[in-house]
């Protein structure tokens, strides 16, 4: 089994910056892309940003574009989420994900395996 460990949320004020970090546990596994989602409190999970593991491809969503660099580190399996000039609208549970398959970074189907989510929460 493969576990996604998440790990860098927290609490930010407005206009600050954060980072989140993601690594799979558990069995030996090789990424052909991983990505981040979030979901906020009464809304649908959204993509946020994905990265296919060999290659160059990176895509982010609208709102998070500019603001966002999603990142890996192929030694370790490693994936990131630099996030800066956060907003309010950025507090969300923020979801690590990957996928043995190189398909839709933006599909959450495309992904075989989740983390537990870390919180991001910006104060005002």
């Known amino acids: 089994q493969v576990q996604l460990v998440e790990s860098g949320g927290g609490l930010v004020q407005a206009g600050g910056s954060l980072r989140l970090s993601c690594a799979p546990s558990?069995?030996?596994?090789?990424?052909?892309?991983m990505g981040w989602f979030r979901q906020a409190p009464g809304k649908v999970r959204e993509f946020v940003a994905g990265?296919?593991?060999?290659?160059?491809?990176?895509i982010y969503a609208d709102s998070v574009k500019g603001r966002f660099t999603i990142s890996r580190d192929n030694s370790n399996n490693t994936v990131y989420l630099q996030m800066n000039r956060l907003n309010a609208e950025d507090t969300a549970a923020y979801y690590c994900?990957?996928?043995?398959?190189?398909?839709?970074?933006?599909?959450?189907?495309?992904?075989?395996?989740w983390g537990q989510g870390t919180q991001v929460t910006v104060s005002n």
């Open positions: 558990g069995r030996s596994f090789s990424p052909a892309i």
């Open positions: 990265i296919t593991w060999h290659g160059d491809t990176t």
């Open positions: 994900t990957a996928g043995s398959t190189v398909a839709s970074l933006r599909h959450g189907h495309s992904y075989d395996y």
